[in-house]
């Protein structure tokens, strides 16, 4: 899988920072039954993709890393695995 652009990936995904080699974004919700029902969801999805997102939860808050270890950057699956977390945490 190639990497993209940092520059292009910032353009498409709104609020995500990062690197060469990663994005990231913290998600914060009511309280810690939203934010770990928003982490489920996910799971699922990254399960499905075989693409497991680094993150942390506290409370009420989800700090996310994506990369794509095996190319050694930011790839498609990264941002289809955001697009999946903003839409996630929208509804």
């Not at 974004?25 to 029902?37: I, N, R, S």
């Not at 994506?66 to 941002?79: I, N, S």
Request: net charge negative; glycine share 6%.
């Amino acid at each position: 899988m190639e990497c993209l652009n940092p520059k292009d990936v910032a353009e498409r995904l709104a609020g995500w920072t990062g690197g060469d080699d990663f994005i990231t974004k913290v998600f914060k919700f009511d309280d810690f039954v939203q934010a770990f029902g928003f982490m489920t969801r996910i799971a699922i999805i990254a399960e499905k993709m075989d693409h497991h997102p680094e993150w942390f939860n506290v409370y009420n808050r989800v700090d996310v890393t994506l990369t794509t270890h095996d190319a050694g950057g930011v790839t498609q699956k990264d941002v289809t695995l955001a697009e999946a977390m903003e839409a996630a945490a929208s509804s």
